[in-house]
């Protein structure tokens, strides 16, 4: 049962990466037209090579006139045929970077829509946006037009062969025919390799970030040799799985060789047996063998980049879910921000494990404009997850939840964040100056709406102290500044944003009494006036802010009134 359920993920899996490479290759066809045409023009140019190269031999051997004329061409043709290569790399190295930018954007807005609902590790998705769409350049770029030239130019020297000696022409014809059958032989089970070393690089990356971010906590409990030797053991994993893929590239690369060897042999046995006993033309027999590196450097193209293929197959397995168009209509826009919002929960029910109870088991309430209301409860009660409904990361699965008395599951998840001012536990900063990371919250604010955002959240009483003011640069994760101090300019940018929905989740919860004293004033100023849902635990908050509704199991069940 459980190998039938594997295999038929494993399919579905397969689907969806040749969907998401049809989808890409067909994005990359007018980018990749000139590379192609640069291409064909220089086997062209090879060919034309190989006639010149022929007639010189052939008058060095005694067979024939060639003279500085055909030299002066040839050598015109070696460096046409360089300007050409490196036109053709320049090109596809445009074409890559445009294919790698579009891709990286798709991932990053999905990403960012997804948020903290994407239960992947952060070194998971660093991951995919970084390597996993490297490897997609290697298809867009090397495996297309390789495909193409191996189809096109085998069959452009075939041709000019066979206008020489039909029988030299049909012997590199069925030289070109045996290629796909030797790669098909030593590439059974690639594709499925190539997707099991994405994974394991996908585990080492993630667990390296994840731990070099705990590193502290590591040496702490004396747990680094531990984790040097886990991550060690990853590692291992990683360079096994990938010997394995370059197993798979060596042998297409000799099967190739063994090929063109052949067809060498082939050639030099019936030319060369003949041509010094009166071979009626020993220009079209040196120009025939002449061809044979021409022949193949296509194909030889063609298998190198067949491992960039496979490779890519595993990353686009990885990459589809994400890139997926999501399942449902897309949501509708807002027409304009509503000034006030009143928030009503109905029977509303959430599960993330159908092995777990219920994180929301019929919970109702209303929140008015100007009313705080705060939710109060054990962890795991279910506070943080009506307001992960609220911002979009999440749909109920049963219930209503109204804005207005509209449905808000109907309004897409970026409008429903739009409409809020978040405020979490912990608050990160980037590296930058204060102003940035205030202006964060509404790129377009003028100086002076961000100072009075800063002076509404108390940052101005101790940024003032600071050498630069707001100007002063903070490391990140904002190093340099207290947890007080940090979770005050997260304030400044609640206040900046100035939505009709605050949604704060323990917004005090690291602080000490006096540090969390100061902090509650400046969210009492931020809530007055608006729509506001507070989960805490703390008693000072819910003796400050507003109406108390407690939720245990997730469910409400008992509502107090503030300082009760």
Known sequence: MVGRHM?????????????????????????????????????????????????????????????WTELALAAALVALSAGLGVAQERALVAAGEAAKARLREASFARLLADGPSDPRPVGERAALVVDRIEAMEGFLTRWLPAAVLAVAG??????????????????????GLLVPVAMAATGIGAAQASRRQFEALGRLSGRFLDRMRGLPTLVLFRRQDAEAQALSTAAAELRTRTMKVLRVAFLSSASLEVLAAGAIACLAIRHGAILGAGHPDPVAAIFCLLLVPAFFTPLRNFSQAYHEKLSARGAAAELAPLLAEPEGPPGLWLEAMPPKVVVTFTDVRLRYDPARPPALDG?????????????????????????????????????????????????????????????????????????????????????????????????????????????TQVGEGGFGLSGGQAQRVAVARAFLRDA???????????????????????LRRLCAGRTAIVATHSRAAQRVLGRVLEIEGGRAVGVRMAGE
């Open 154 to 175: 085998p069959a452009m020297v075939a041709g000019a062969a066979a206008m020489a000696d039909p029988t030299s022409g049909l012997i590199l014809g069925v030289a």
């Open 363 to 471: 919970l109702s309430f209303r929140v008015m404009p100007g009313e705080t209301l705060v939710l109060s409860g054990a962890s795991g009660a279910g506070k943080s997850s009506v307001l992960r409904l609220l911002m979009g990361f999440r749909r109920p699965d049963a219930g209503r939840i109204a804005l207005n008395g509209q449905d808000a599951t109907l309004l897409r998840p970026s409008e429903l964040r739009r409409l809020s001012s978040y405020v979490g536990q912990r608050a990160h900063l980037f590296r930058g100056t204060l102003r940035e990371n205030i202006r964060l919250a509404r790129p377009d604010a003028t100086d002076a709406e961000v100072e009075a955002a800063a002076e509404a959240a108390q940052v101005m009483a101790f940024a003032r102290d600071l050498s630069l003011g707001l100007d």
């Open 500 to 522: 009709p929905l605050v949604l704060l989740d323990e917004p005090t919860a690291h602080l000490d009494p006096g540090t969390e004293a100061e902090v509650l004033e400046s």
């Open 7 to 67: 295999s038929r993920v494993g399919k579905e899996s397969d689907r969806a990466a040749d969907a998401l490479l049809r989808r890409e290759a067909k994005e990359a066809r007018g980018r990749l037209a000139l590379p192609l045409a640069l291409g064909l023009a220089q086997l062209a140019a090879g060919i034309a090579q190989a006639l010149l190269f022929a007639m010189l031999i052939a008058g060095l051997l005694g067979f024939g006139e060639a003279g």
